[in-house]
């Protein structure tokens, strides 16, 4: 089966830096969206950044030139460079993937999240 696994989360200090990676593997002959989520306890999820399989990118208005998403096609992976982070980004970050598996339908996947967490 399919799954999206994260890594690269941690503690850093405001203005500091971390790197978020998502690596899918299973079943998949291709993938199309990749994104990335954060959902902070008793809020809602929502979407940080979004890159599609042309390598065309959207980023929220709070994360707009402090964060980069890209991707690695060939590793089926997706990463998020996070700068410059502020208390205000402390969540669980999550990766999501719009993927064609070899059972031939589309569907989206979730990584089971990675703590990101930053101190004032």
């Known amino acids: 089966q399919v799954q999206l696994v994260e890594s690269g989360g941690g503690l850093v200090q405001a203005g500091g830096s971390l790197r978020l990676s998502c690596a899918a593997s299973?079943?998949?002959?291709?993938?199309?969206?990749m994104a990335w989520y954060r959902q902070a306890p008793g809020k809602q999820r929502e979407l940080v950044a979004v890159i599609t399989s042309g390598g065309n990118t959207h980023y929220a208005d709070s994360v707009k030139g402090r964060f980069t998403i890209s991707r690695d096609n060939a590793k089926n992976t997706v990463y998020l460079q996070m700068n410059s982070l502020k208390p205000e980004d402390t969540a669980v970050y999550y990766c999501?993937?719009?993927?064609?598996?070899?059972?031939?339908?589309?569907?989206?996947?979730w990584g089971q999240g990675t703590q990101v967490t930053v101190s004032s």
């Open positions: 299973g079943s998949i002959f291709s993938i199309n969206d």
């Open positions: 999501n993937a719009h993927i064609l598996a070899r059972s031939d339908y589309w569907a989206y996947y």
